[in-house]
């Protein structure tokens, strides 16, 4: 062998390190790349799981730990799936959707079992994504769809919670607990929902949509895995189909819940700590901006509410009487104290409620 020949890892340990080494990259690295080489740390980890994979290839030169619990093969094809990822991550699709597509056709008719059911499912999310992003939203609803179904289908097959996919390079002292399986998992299917949503969207089958938005809300609180600004302008977004079906019960109850998440992002910088800072500076247009948003979508709320209770007026008032004495009207007093008091502080008489009930999912009229 060439001194100059890079030594081939012979331990499991070091193939591990190399895996944690490429992830860094990705996640850390590249948030600190350049302008002018956006993507520089990504293409180190390229460099890093292409090594891999021929090492993995090599059977014979490897000591695998048969304590990883899966099988070679299942680790292949998780260095092949992260490389697809990486190179739709550097905008080279078609590249990537050969690795990713491989890696699927290597794994999806495998039963439901703990060691593939992750894999299987992002693999299909990210096929998803990426039709999606061509604009072939039908293609992308075939993988998302198949996604939605494997997980029913391991939930009621299996349940246990399955290897999440960092496991495979992983010693046994370094595994995760069962709870944090679960919670990864979840949080894995809560994104096929998230893409169902819009997808679904895009298709303008928009009761459908809205039925997966707010699936999609309720498990990020659930299982508190989301963007405090992010999910409350969602919930904001979901509250006008809820108020195109005059269902203002339930618009309410997602704009009070905006306001309730959307102070958890934090407090918005004052004008003075934004001229010292240009971090607090971009953060405070950011805040103003999502607050403006939310905002609009109490104004609209509020409008059409008193729009309708004059319409139901004008419809309901009967004069059952001669003298014209008697008025009946059928327009409850709840709505009239909602839309005249909408603005004092609503989400904090209904901050624990509102949160609660989305976690349980009890206002779900889909």
């Not at 001229?275 to 104004?299: G, N, P």
């Not at 007093?333 to 603005?343: E, G, I, K, L, R």
Request: aromatic share 8%; proline share 3%; hydrophobic share 35%.
């Amino acid at each position: 062998m060439a001194a100059t020949e890079e030594r081939r890892p012979k331990t499991w340990q070091e193939l591990c390190d190399k895996y944690q080494r490429s992830l860094t990259l990705t996640e850390l690295g590249s948030k600190r790349d350049p302008e002018n080489e956006p993507y520089r740390s990504r293409y180190r980890a390229r460099e890093l799981l292409e090594q891999l994979r021929a090492e993995l290839t090599e059977e014979e030169e490897v000591a695998i730990s048969p304590a990883t619990g899966c099988s070679l093969a299942l680790t292949r094809a998780l260095v092949e799936f992260q490389l697809g990822v990486n190179l739709t991550e550097t905008e080279e699709l078609s590249a990537g959707e050969e690795h990713l597509q491989r890696v699927l056709n290597s794994i999806q008719y495998l039963p439901p079992a703990p060691e593939s059911i992750s894999l299987t499912l992002q693999c299909q999310n990210k096929l998803g994504i990426l039709w999606a992003e061509r604009g072939e939203i039908k293609t992308a609803l075939i993988y998302l769809e198949a996604a939605e179904s494997l997980y029913n289908r391991y939930m009621k097959e299996v349940g246990k919670p399955p290897f999440d996919l960092n496991e495979y390079f992983m010693v046994e002292e370094e595994k995760l607990t069962d709870q944090e399986r679960s919670r990864r998992f979840e949080g894995v299917y809560t994104h096929t929902l998230y893409y169902l949503a819009q997808v679904y969207q895009h298709l303008e089958m928009n009761e459908k949509a809205a039925q997966y938005c707010h699936t999609t809300l309720q498990r990020q609180l659930q299982y508190s895995g989301y963007d405090p600004l992010e999910w409350a302008i969602n919930a904001a977004m979901l509250s006008q189909y809820y108020l195109s079906k005059q269902w203002y019960m339930e618009a309410r109850h997602c704009l009070a819940a905006a306001n309730v998440v959307f102070n958890q992002a934090g407090q918005i910088p004052s004008a003075e700590a934004a001229k010292e800072s240009e971090s607090e500076q971009e953060r405070l247009v950011l805040l103003q901006q999502r607050q403006a948003e939310i905002a609009r979508c109490w104004i609209k709320y509020c409008l059409n509410l008193l729009q309708d209770a004059r319409k139901m007026l004008e419809a309901d008032v009967q004069t059952i009487s001669d003298t014209g004495t008697s008025i009946r009207c059928h327009l409850t007093v709840w709505h009239v104290h909602v839309a005249t008091s909408q603005h004092i502080a609503l989400e904090e008489l209904l901050h624990h409620q509102f949160l609660e009930n989305l976690r349980d999912g009890v206002v779900v009229r889909l």
